[in-house]
């Protein structure tokens, strides 16, 4: 075994344990919880390796590191999610890999997303982002809609073709009332959650927590968390 598969096997074994712990100490199957790795700024190999050590959803947040990684581990039986801030030049390419893109969180971008899956004969996979720290009618500092939006987005996700609504995705917010509160930030959003469920149940997919609030996630109940730095270790700095 190499030194850095050795490592990657060290770091989710950790990352398996708290997953694990956190759902026993919630009452919950660790079934329950799908872990997907977040590996931007991370080269192909690392994707490789830890598709070797049984991790099947990885996560981008740029379409440039994105595209070229996707492309060398086609061959790989894997689930890719986007959950960066997207821009309506770059769907066509994000549409190509991508089989889940959680930060929908305005209509320019169902539309632009809609006509990218219809051109690609693909169903895409959507998550509305939520922003907790957003006033109404305006979008978040990080992305996302403000709760109030919610139901207007998800429709147009439901309606566009090509489009499947699959549920919530918020990030912990630095500011507003829930700044520092990791855990009431996502027990509203699944409250949020439950409500989108009334007029859509298939939309059952809540994305929430990362490295260092996984915890708080899952015990509010969250179907996927997004770890990166407790799987690939501290990021490289970006030029």
């Not at 499947?164 to 509203?188: E, K, N, S």
């Amino acid at each position: 075994m190499t030194d850095r598969k050795a490592q990657l096997a060290a770091n989710l074994a950790q990352v398996e344990e708290r997953i694990t712990s956190a759902c026993a100490a919630a009452g919950r199957k660790r079934d329950e919880v799908t872990l997907i790795v977040v590996t931007k700024t991370y080269p192909a190999s690392d994707v490789r390796i830890l598709h070797e050590l049984g991790v099947r959803h990885v996560a981008e947040n740029r379409d440039q590191d994105a595209a070229p990684k996707a492309t060398a581990c086609a061959d790989l039986s894997l689930t890719w999610h986007f959950v960066g801030q997207l821009q309506t030049n770059k769907v066509r390419s994000v549409t190509s890999y991508a089989d889940v893109v959680q930060s929908v969180d305005r209509i320019k971008l169902v539309t632009a997303l809609s006509a990218a899956a219809v051109r690609a004969e693909r169903e895409l996979g959507c998550l509305v982002q939520v922003a907790l720290d957003a006033e109404s009618g305006e979008r978040g500092e990080r992305g996302g809609v403000a709760p109030d939006g919610i139901e207007e987005l998800a429709a147009a996700v439901d309606a566009a073709e090509g489009l499947r609504l699959d549920g919530l995705m918020t990030v912990a917010p630095l500011a507003g009332p829930f700044a520092g509160r990791q855990r009431a930030a996502f027990d509203r959003l699944m409250e949020l959650a439950g409500r989108l469920r009334t007029g859509h149940p298939a939309a059952n997919m809540v994305s929430a927590g990362m490295s260092a609030d996984l915890e708080d996630a899952v015990a509010a109940g969250a179907t996927h968390v997004r770890v990166g730095t407790a799987v690939l270790g501290v990021r490289p700095g970006l030029g």
